[in-house]
């Protein structure tokens, strides 16, 4: 599936682009959604520039394009003349935000509230779907490992378990999905604290420690940090009106 929406991608970017670099040199805004994102990449008008895509992108978009800085968890990110958002309604957030940076901000209220739309929002982070995205061989093994020991979860548990040594499991984790273990391990934990909050009602404090964390604070500190909601807000976000339709 992935193939033939890069494919697709892949020959829209031949077409779009003599169009794409006159908006450029002309200094037009130029405001990508969705997979679109993907086709700026491909032209390299996002080196060196944060930017945004679908979050179930992320990990081929991180491998194909290293020198963007992507921001995934983000739903508009604006670097310059540059604009790129997430997936479907992200595009009503990317609107909302060029009409407030043309300098419409009492009219965007006026809109929002004429087309009951939620209030705006930052992150993707609450509709990623754990799992969705497609896992080398390796992924799924070392994933089957952290499911069953996420609390005590280290490099070096993973390392013995694959009967290999800490620097070869570096090497073959940053061969395979360019991070490093002890990063890896930190995402694993954050995917695990997104699903409970969404389908549990433990507290913030017994998700903490269940996925491996001792202190509190610093575990709300990199939520927040890693996907731009307190854990809280996050939980408000799932279960909010909007949400539930």
């Not at 202190?215 to 807000?233: H, K, N, Q, Y």
Request: glycine residues 6%; positive net charge; contains cysteine.
């Amino acid at each position: 599936m992935l193939w033939n929406r890069f494919a697709h991608w892949k020959r829209n970017s031949v077409r779009v682009r003599p169009l794409v670099l006159l908006a450029k040199k002309q200094g037009a805004l130029i405001a990508s959604t969705c997979g679109a994102s993907y086709i700026l990449a491909r032209l390299g008008l996002l080196d060196g520039k944060n930017a945004t895509i679908s979050w179930w992108l992320s990990k081929e978009v991180k491998k194909r394009f290293p020198l963007v800085k992507w921001a995934p968890a983000r739903i508009v990110i604006r670097d310059g003349s540059l604009y790129t958002t997430g997936a479907a309604f992200a595009g009503l957030e990317l609107i909302s935000k060029l009409v407030i940076d043309l300098g419409f901000v009492k009219e965007e209220q006026q809109v929002r509230k004429l087309m009951v739309l939620p209030p705006a929002r930052e992150s993707q982070d609450p509709y990623e779907v754990p799992g969705l995205t497609e896992s080398t061989s390796f992924e799924k093994q070392v994933k089957r490992l952290a499911q069953k020991n996420l609390a005590n979860l280290s490099p070096s548990f993973l390392a013995a378990r694959l009967n290999t040594s800490p620097r070869t499991l570096s090497r073959r984790f940053f061969e395979d999905l360019q991070l490093t273990p002890g990063k890896w391990i930190q995402e694993q934990r954050l995917e695990a604290a997104r699903v409970y909050l969404e389908s549990t009602n433990l507290s913030i404090s017994e998700i903490c420690f269940r996925i491996g964390y001792q202190d509190v604070a610093s575990f709300v500190r990199l939520f927040a940090r890693t996907t731009g909601l307190t854990p809280g807000e996050f939980r408000k976000e799932l279960r909010s009106p909007s949400r539930s339709g």
